[in-house]
Nanobody, 126 residues
Framework: QVQLVESGGGSVQSGSSLRLSCALS????????MGWFRQAPGKERGGVAA???????HYGDSVKGRFIISKDTAANQLYLQMKSLKPDDTAMYYC????????????????????WGQGTQVTVYS
């Protein structure tokens, strides 16, 4: 059974950095499409960053140049390094995994993923 557990969220000042972690069990990060998504109150869940099984990474327009997605195959974990955080980045952040091949234009689409973590809250205050 695939399980995802996020950690690393918190409340930080604008301009700060945070690193989110996602521990995967019941699967391996090298064989699954992996992504980070976020959802702010009253808004739809949207794609932040994704790592394809074929090795490419993809980012939402609002986080390009500020966020970096990476994985540790030995630890079987996924990470999201976030810098220059803004109040607009405030949201619940979710780790997701798909046990199937995803084409590039599906990597940041929430409905393409079939496994989800419980989320970790990130709050950025000005």
């Amino acid at each position: 059974q695939v399980q995802l557990v996020e950690s690393g969220g918190g409340s930080v000042q604008s301009g700060s950095s945070l690193r989110l972690s996602c521990a995967l069990s019941g699967g391996t990060v090298t064989r699954m499409s992996m992504g980070w998504f976020r959802q702010a109150p009253g808004k739809e869940r949207g794609g932040v960053a994704a790592l394809a099984t074929y090795g490419t990474w993809h980012y939402g327009d609002s986080v390009k140049g500020r966020f970096i997605i990476s994985k540790d195959t030995a630890a079987n974990q996924l990470y999201l390094q976030m810098k220059s955080l803004k109040p607009d980045d405030t949201a619940m952040y979710y780790c997701a995994a798909a046990d199937r091949f995803l084409v590039q234009n599906r990597l940041l689409v929430p409905s393409a993923y079939n496994y989800w973590g419980q989320g970790t809250q990130v709050t950025v205050y000005s």
